[in-house]
C-alpha cells in the first residue's frame, strides 16, 4: 500500500533549528512536496524535490533520497510565525498527490 | 504562481440540502483538484476536474454526493449534496502547475462548511 509517515508533533524553540522527516513507500515517484498550513487556512506550498540532494530556499531547505524514501524540512533561525502544521506529500506514478498527517510545529520563545 | 479564489469562504447549512463552492482561477489549468480536511486531519482528494472530460472521483466519494462541474479551463464546481454533519469540513479547490521540470500545487483559501 501507499503510505507517508511523519512526526505529529514537535516542539521547538525560536531561533534554532528544526528538522521535520517524511518517510514514504508509495507506488511510483513524481516528486515529494512541503506544505505549510496555518490553522484555519489553506496549504501554501514550500518545496518539491523530484531528485535526490538539498534544495535550499531562504530559511527553509528540503532534502530528498529517493533511494531510502526519506525526505526531511529544514527550518532555520525559527520564527513565532512558523508555528503551524508542515504537510509532506508524494506525487505518484499516476501524478496523484499521497498526504502524510501532517507534523504540528510548536515553537516556543 | 496561480491565484484561487473560493466561494463562499463559509457556510452553515440545514441537514438534508446542498450547498455548490465556486473555484475560479487567475490562469488557465488543465487539471484541477477537489480536497477535503476534516478537523485535525490531513487531505482527502474527493475527485480530480479535467476540463472536457467527466470528473474522476477517489475511493469514497461518488458523482451523486458530490457532482463536479469544470466548464471551461479557469472554473470548477463541486456540490456537496444532501448534507449531513458528516460532511462539516473544509473543502478546499487546488491547481497544479508547472515551472520547467518542477510541478507546484496551489489551494484555494477553502471553503469552512458546517451542516447541523
Known amino acids: 500500500g501507499q503510505n507517508i509517515d511523519q512526526p505529529t508533533e514537535m516542539t521547538a524553540t525560536e531561533g534554532a533549528i528544526v528538522q521535520i522527516n517524511c518517510t514514504y513507500q508509495?507506488?511510483?515517484?513524481?516528486?515529494l512536496f512541503w506544505y505549510q498550513q496555518h490553522a484555519g487556512e489553506a496549504p501554501t506550498f514550500l518545496s518539491y524535490?523530484?531528485l535526490d540532494g538539498l534544495e535550499e530556499k531562504g530559511r527553509f531547505s528540503s532534502f530528498l533520497s529517493r533511494s531510502k524514501g526519506y525526505s526531511y524540512l529544514l527550518l532555520k533561525e525559527l520564527q513565532m510565525k512558523d508555528s503551524a502544521s508542515y504537510l509532506c506529500a508524494v506525487m505518484d506514478s499516476n501524478y496523484q498527490l499521497i498526504w502524510g498527517a501532517g507534523t504540528k510545529l510548536i515553537i516556543k520563545p | 504562481s496561480a491565484v484561487i479564489s473560493q466561494k463562499p469562504s463559509r457556510d452553515i447549512c440545514q441537514r438534508g440540502t446542498s450547498l455548490t463552492i465556486q473555484c475560479q482561477v487567475d490562469s488557465q489549468v488543465t487539471m484541477m483538484f477537489w480536497y477535503r480536511q476534516q478537523p485535525g486531519q490531513s487531505l482527502t482528494l474527493i475527485a480530480t476536474?479535467?476540463?472536457?472530460?467527466?470528473?474522476?472521483?477517489e475511493s469514497g466519494f461518488v458523482i451523486d454526493k458530490f457532482p463536479i462541474s469544470r466548464p471551461n479551463l479557469t472554473f470548477s464546481t463541486l456540490t456537496v449534496s444532501n448534507m449531513s454533519p458528516e460532511d462539516s469540513s473544509i473543502y478546499l479547490c487546488?491547481?497544479?502547475?508547472?515551472?520547467?521540470?518542477?510541478?507546484?500545487?496551489?489551494f484555494g483559501p477553502g471553503t469552512r462548511l458546517t451542516v447541523t
Open positions: 524535490n523530484v
Open positions: 476536474a479535467n476540463q472536457g472530460s467527466e470528473a474522476t472521483y
Open positions: 508509495t507506488s511510483g515517484f513524481n516528486g
Open positions: 487546488s491547481v497544479v502547475g508547472t515551472r520547467g521540470f518542477s510541478y507546484e500545487q496551489y
